[in-house]
């Protein structure tokens, strides 16, 4: 296949990048500004501006551009960044996929805030629309793929807490978790999310030659609480886990409204649709995974 990439240098796009060009794929990287290399093609998602002669040579759509959700401090400001850089550029690709009538796969970005806060509640891909600025994000986010959905195949990428060395949440809790500082976040018993970033890429080429549509929770199997992923964390450098937790106030203070809607609430939700459409995890559990990450 050929694969038309945004987002291409955030740390899916480039891990994804790689892996289909081992794979024996083409891949075209669509950049902002001008193109710099033989693989690269111009669009501007701020002005919703994609042509779709770029599209004409292209299979399937892999779209991951936006701003990211924990780079800043939630200003109303940035909040609008957030919002803007994820509903422009998917309509941008939306529409010159629809205008093109080339692509027949469109896997575009999404993220595990479409749920809200889950609480306990072990939740798939049926579960409804929460509450919260991130989940009206993911709500617009996902309906900004509509001018392609008469047109081509469309799997929307809820992603969960990726595991990765350069990946900005486990990146800061090694550094806390290597000062012997790791201690659970808050009540420390919400549910997160995760997956190993080998997994995602896995996921994301398993979608591609499958007849995936609709919403994929691309997480692991086995979510864990904040205070055991904590635990794990600590004991993959290993460390102590540190005996206080950090309370809620001091992470709002810190983090503002993000801590909220990024850190306190809960999620704890299953691979179902991955599952069924017969993929198998490289790291299903945590230890292991985080051995293999670091």
Not at 46 to 55: E, I, M, Q, S
Not at 68 to 79: L, M, S
Not at 182 to 194: C, D, E, I, N, Y
Not at 256 to 271: K, Y
Request: charged share 20%; with cysteine; net charge neutral.
């Amino acid at each position: 296949m050929k694969v038309a990439i945004t987002g291409a240098s955030g740390l899916i796009g480039a891990a994804l990048s790689g892996q289909l060009r081992l794979e024996g794929h083409g891949v075209v990287r669509f950049v902002r500004g001008t193109p710099s290399a033989p693989d690269e093609r111009p669009w501007d998602p701020a002005h919703r501006r994609l042509d779709p002669a770029r599209l004409d040579d292209v299979d399937a759509v892999v779209h991951l551009a936006g701003a990211g959700v924990a780079d800043k401090r939630w200003t109303p400001a940035y909040k609008d960044v957030i919002l803007r850089s994820r509903v422009d550029g998917t309509t941008a690709v939306a529409e010159a996929i629809a205008a093109s009538g080339r692509p027949t796969v469109l896997l575009s970005a999404s993220a595990v805030g479409w749920y809200g806060d889950t609480g306990d509640r072990v939740t798939d891909e049926t579960g409804p629309n929460g509450q919260g600025f991130l989940a009206e994000v993911c709500r617009a986010w996902e309906a900004a793929t509509e001018p392609a959905q008469t047109h081509c195949r469309v799997a929307h990428l809820r992603t969960g807490y990726v595991l990765a060395k350069d990946a900005l949440g486990l990146a800061k809790q090694l550094r806390v978790a290597r000062l012997g500082l790791g201690a659970p976040l808050g009540s420390g018993r919400q549910w997160t999310s995760w997956i190993t970033l080998g997994d995602e890429i896995r996921a994301i080429t398993h979608l591609l030659g499958s007849d995936v549509q609709g919403p994929v929770n691309l997480v692991a199997p086995h979510p864990v609480t904040n205070h055991d992923l904590t635990a794990a964390i600590n004991r993959a450098v290993h460390r102590p886990t540190f005996p206080l937790p950090v309370p809620g106030f001091v992470l709002r203070t810190a983090l503002g409204p993000f801590a909220d809607e990024g850190v306190l609430i809960g999620q704890r939700l299953v691979p179902a649709v991955l599952q069924t459409s017969g993929f198998t995890f490289t790291h299903p559990d945590l230890d292991a995974a985080l051995v293999s990450v670091l």
